[in-house]
T-cell receptor
Framework: LAKTTQPISMDSYEGQEVNITCSHN???????ITWYQQFPSQGPRFIIQ???TKVTNEVASLFIPADRKSSTLSLPRVSLSDTAVYYC????????????FGTGTRLQVTL | NAGVMQNPRHLVRRRGQEARLRCSPM?????VYWYRQLPEEGLKFMVY????????ESGMPKERFSAEFPKEGPSILRIQQVVRGDSAAYFC???????????FGSGTQLSVL
C-alpha cells in the first residue's frame, strides 16, 4: 500500500479557499485516492475520490497531477463547520486489502 | 438504507472484564474494517474481515483481542480482560468491495475503569 504524507495542521479564515496536499510517491497503477473528513467523536465521512486529473463534487475538488504522486483536496470558501481532520487514503479499488489511514491534517477555521 | 450501525455507543468496563463491540455493516456490504482511535490521534487499522473470513489482522494485538464476521449477524470485536490502555474509540467501516470507499459507523467509546 502506498504510504501517504500530509501536513499535521492548517489554519484558515472563514471564506477562504483551503488546499490540503497529500504525497503518495509509491502509488500503484490501480490505486485510487480518497479523502475523508472526521469531526470529533464521529466516524470519518467520505468526501471525494479520484484517479487522475480533476474531480469535483458539491463539497470539494480533487486535483491529481499526471504522475499521481500527490493530490490536493480543495475546499472552496470554508466555514467554521469545516473545522475537522482530513485524511488522504490510497487504495486499490476491488482489491482485498487493509486500508491504512495516515495521521491526517487538522484544519482549524476561524472568523 | 441504514448506514453502518455500531453498538453500544458508549461502553464502560472494569479492568479484567470483557468488552464486546458490535458492528452491522450497510446492506449489501460484505467487507468490514475495525479501527481504534485514541484522543487527538489518527485511526489505527486493527482488522479487515469478509463474511466468515479474517483477511488481515495485522493491526490486532496478539493477545486478548479477537474479531469475527459471521455469516449471519453483526461483526463482533471482542476484548478480553480489558486494561485501562484499551480505552479508546473503536470505529467500524464497511464497503461493498475491498479497497473501495468506506462507510463508517459512529463508533463505540470504550472506557475502562
Amino acid at each position: 500500500l502506498a504510504k501517504t504524507t500530509q501536513p499535521i495542521s492548517m489554519d484558515s479564515y472563514e471564506g477562504q479557499e483551503v488546499n490540503i496536499t497529500c504525497s503518495h510517491n509509491n502509488i500503484a497503477t490501480n490505486d485510487y485516492i480518497t479523502w475523508y473528513q472526521q469531526f470529533p467523536s464521529q466516524g470519518p465521512r467520505f468526501i471525494i475520490q479520484g484517479y487522475k486529473t480533476k474531480v469535483t463534487n458539491e463539497v470539494a475538488s480533487l486535483f491529481i497531477p499526471a504522475d499521481r504522486k500527490s493530490s490536493t483536496l480543495s475546499l472552496p470558501r470554508v466555514s467554521l463547520s469545516d473545522t475537522a481532520v482530513y485524511y488522504c487514503l490510497v487504495s486499490g479499488a476491488g482489491t482485498a486489502s487493509k486500508l491504512t489511514f495516515g495521521t491526517g491534517t487538522r484544519l482549524q477555521v476561524t472568523l | 438504507n441504514a448506514g453502518v450501525m455500531q453498538n453500544p455507543r458508549h461502553l464502560v468496563r472494569r479492568r479484567g472484564q470483557e468488552a464486546r463491540l458490535r458492528c452491522s455493516p450497510m446492506k449489501g456490504h460484505s467487507h468490514v474494517y475495525w479501527y481504534r482511535q485514541l484522543p487527538e490521534e489518527g485511526l489505527k487499522f486493527m482488522v479487515y474481515l469478509q463474511k466468515e473470513n479474517i483477511i488481515d489482522e495485522s493491526g490486532m494485538p496478539k493477545e486478548r483481542f479477537s474479531a469475527e464476521f459471521p455469516k449471519e449477524g453483526p461483526s463482533i470485536l471482542r476484548i478480553q480482560q480489558v486494561v485501562r490502555g484499551d480505552s479508546a474509540a473503536y470505529f467500524c467501516a464497511s464497503s461493498p468491495q475491498g479497497g473501495e470507499k468506506l462507510f463508517f459507523g459512529s463508533g463505540t467509546q470504550l472506557s475502562v475503569l
